[in-house]
Every structure is written in structure tokens, then in C-alpha cells.
T-cell receptor, first 110, second 114 residues
Framework: QQQVKQSPQSLIVQKGGIPIINCAYE??????FPWYQQFPGKGPALLIA?????SEKKEGRFTISFNKSAKQFSLHIMDSQPGDSATYFC?????????FGKGTSLLVTP | DGGITQSPKYLFRKEGQNVTLSCEQN?????MYWYRQDPGQGLRLIYY???????QKGDIAEGYSVSREKKESFPLTVTSAQKNPTAFYLC?????????????FGAGSRLTVL
């Protein structure tokens, strides 16, 4: 049973565009929501994370928007670059381990 | 440099054989995890360990076994009971298993059953 639902499964944008990846959850006990970035053949790496007591967090070109009442959060990549092409996973902390979404494969074309 | 080392990177197994994937960390992290990654399925938790000599089943533990005899090491055995073992296996560690547990992942081991 997927505790974190992620969409879309894949995404293609042109360089400079703003891809948006969405995630939804049901368990209100989740209290930490990270995003991980994974390049082919590598392990995922933490990109940015948010707590439910804030509605937005920015780190460089990456922004998380969090809507606690809707139980949704999203990742925005400003001024996307071909080097951002990767798989992105949202996750939520269940108290002992992270529950991951199914991932979004992002391709940024030149 | 601190990090997580997984070996082997690629492994081929015949049906009916057990195989063990190695995971070593030098980050002095207490918690360690094994995830399985399949295309379009995300990362699914197999086992996790919060302290030495203790571990718990994750969502898909059937057909797998682990041990945690040392803080630095958390090997995963894929047994013949695992019906569909071909996958990319990721080991991770974190300082603790609660709260904002930032996971550090290894580079993964790809297992293929022939």
C-alpha cells in the first residue's frame, strides 16, 4: 500500500521551464517530507526537505510547497537545466523509516 | 571520505541460490536500511536496523534476511524463497531512525537472476 502518492510518472520540459512534481499522503502522523534526486546507476541523494509547520521552503532553484490541510506537497524546479535530468522521489517519515513515492523521471531538453 | 559502500555493484544468480549483498558505512550512523528499487515502483523498504543486534521487517521482507552484528555493517541475504529477486538494491544509513532522518544511500547493487 503506497503511503505517498507521486505524480506525474514522467515529465519532459525545455531548458528554463519550471517542472512541478506533486505528492499526496494520508497519514497525518508524518512530520518530515524530503525530496531525493537520483541519477542513473547511483543512489538517491537528499535534495531538499520540509516540516509541516511551514508552507514553503527554497534552496537555490528548488522549492517545496506544502499544503497541510490538503495533505499535499510539491517540488518546483526554477530555471531547469539539462543537468537536472534525473529521477525525483518524494518521501514522508513514518517514525522509523522513510516511505517513498514511486518517483518521477524528469528530462530537461536543451 | 565518509560514506556507504555496497558490493558487489553487479551480481548474477542462478535460481535457487542464496546471495549476500554487502553494506558498510563509516559515518558512525546508528540506523541502517535496505530498500529495493524496481522500475516505476519507487523504493520499498525491506529491513531496517536502529541499533546493533536488532532489526525489523519492512514492507517487503519475505524472502530476505539481514544481520547487524557490527554498527558499520548491515548485509542483506536474498534467499531462494524470494520469488522475483531481480532488482536494484539500495542500502542507506541515518544518524537515527526518528524525526528528520536524513538518509545517506550507497551506490546500489544490481542483482539479476538468470
Amino acid at each position: 500500500q503506497q503511503q505517498v502518492k507521486q505524480s506525474p510518472q514522467s515529465l519532459i520540459v525545455q531548458k528554463g521551464g519550471i517542472p512541478i512534481i506533486n505528492c499526496a499522503y494520508e497519514n497525518t502522523a508524518f512530520d518530515y517530507f524530503p525530496w531525493y534526486q537520483q541519477f542513473p546507476g547511483k543512489g538517491p541523494a537528499l535534495l531538499i526537505a520540509i516540516r509541516p509547520d511551514v508552507s514553503e521552503k527554497k534552496e537555490g532553484r528548488f522549492t517545496i510547497s506544502f499544503n497541510k490541510s490538503a495533505k499535499q506537497f510539491s517540488l518546483h524546479i526554477m530555471d531547469s537545466q539539462p543537468g537536472d535530468s534525473a529521477t525525483y522521489f518524494c518521501a514522508a517519515n513514518s517514525g522509523y523509516a522513510l516511505n517513498f513515492g514511486k518517483g518521477t523521471s524528469l528530462l530537461v531538453t536543451p | 571520505d565518509g560514506g556507504i559502500t555496497q558490493s558487489p555493484k553487479y551480481l548474477f544468480r542462478k535460481e535457487g541460490q542464496n546471495v549476500t549483498l554487502s553494506c558498510e558505512q563509516n559515518l558512525n550512523h546508528d540506523a541502517m536500511y535496505w530498500y529495493r528499487q524496481d522500475p516505476g515502483q519507487g523504493l520499498r523498504l525491506i529491513y531496517y536496523s536502529q541499533i546493533v543486534n536488532d532489526f525489523q521487517k519492512g514492507d517487503i521482507a519475505e524472502g530476505y534476511s539481514v544481520s547487524r552484528e557490527k554498527k558499520e555493517s548491515f548485509p542483506l541475504t536474498v534467499t531462494s524463497a524470494q520469488k522475483n529477486p531481480t532488482a536494484f538494491y539500495l542500502c542507506a544509513s541515518s544518524k537515527s531512525s526518528s524525526g528528520a532522518n536524513v538518509l545517506t544511500f550507497g551506490a546500489g547493487s544490481r542483482l539479476t537472476v538468470l
